[in-house]
């Protein structure tokens, strides 16, 4: 793994990144780090242009990127390109998971806050939920998708209405029950989930605090997710 790309994954997405050094397997957490890394590169676009035509042309880039590899034609020479060609074609990656990554950040060009639940929640499917399962067919090719569904969500959503996504009427009588109803749903379901899997979700494990309305500090971070690794539990 190019020692770039996990600082880029480490400065851009530090939750997954210390979710990430549970995994022993250096060749597993170098795959999950390339998945990482193509998520922050889709995530930064907006923060770098100046206006959404820019944005759309830069994510139509990475788009034909994506389909040089699943089309298996010559990838272009990109440090985090390469790293991901590289998952995708070991690991049997997910081609409509991985575009909906880039789908969701067509929509961020134009920074929506978000007045319906269900378009919040497509939203949330289409980025925290298809992250975790990207990364759980790293680690446990065959497990059920399903299983990180709903505290991938719960996350998602808390990290959706830390970052001012969602109008105030969502963000106060519409999110904090939907947060606690899929992490309890979500409980049960993870308990089924092979010990190697659970890198995938224990970003989760953060959840309850971001949904206080603030960000945790990274001391309270490593130790919540390390608490959740010993017990299985976000």
């Given at each position: 793994?190019?020692d ?6 480490r ?10 050094r549970?995994i ?18 889709l ?21 034909e ?19 991901l060609?590289?998952a995708?074609q ?6 409509v ?15 929506v806050?978000?007045d319906d ?21 790293i ?7 399903h299983?990180v ?5 719960a ?15 969502l963000?106060l009588?519409?999110a904090?029950?939907r947060?606690?109803d ?23 494990a ?15 971070k490593?130790?919540l997710?390390f ?6 539990r976000?």
């Amino acid at each position: 793994m190019d020692d770039d790309i996990e600082a880029e994954v480490r400065r851009a997405d530090p939750d997954r990144w210390l979710a990430s050094r549970l995994i022993s397997d250096a060749a597993l957490r170098s795959d999950v780090l390339a998945v990482l890394a193509f998520d922050a590169e889709l995530a930064r676009v907006r923060a770098v242009v100046s206006e959404a035509l820019l944005g759309d042309i830069r994510l139509t880039w990475w788009q034909e990127a994506l389909d040089e590899i699943t089309e298996h034609r010559p990838v272009r020479r990109h440090p985090t390109v390469e790293a991901l060609a590289q998952a995708i074609q070991i690991r049997d990656l997910s081609p409509v998971l991985l575009s909906s990554l880039i789908e969701a950040r067509i929509e961020d060009l134009d920074g929506v806050v978000f007045d319906d639940p269900d378009k919040a929640m497509a939203h949330i499917d289409q980025t925290s939920v298809a992250l975790s399962a990207l990364i759980l067919q790293i680690l446990s090719p065959g497990t059920d998708l399903h299983a990180v569904q709903a505290v991938s969500r719960a996350y998602g959503l808390a990290r959706l209405r830390l970052a001012g996504r969602l109008t105030a009427e969502l963000a106060l009588d519409w999110a904090p029950p939907r947060i606690r109803d899929d992490l309890a749903a979500g409980a049960g379901a993870i308990k089924a989930l092979p010990v190697t899997a659970f890198p995938a979700i224990a970003h989760c494990a953060l959840t309850q605090g971001l949904a206080k309305g603030r960000e945790l500090g990274p001391l309270t971070k490593r130790a919540l997710i390390f608490w959740a690794s010993l017990t299985g539990r976000v």
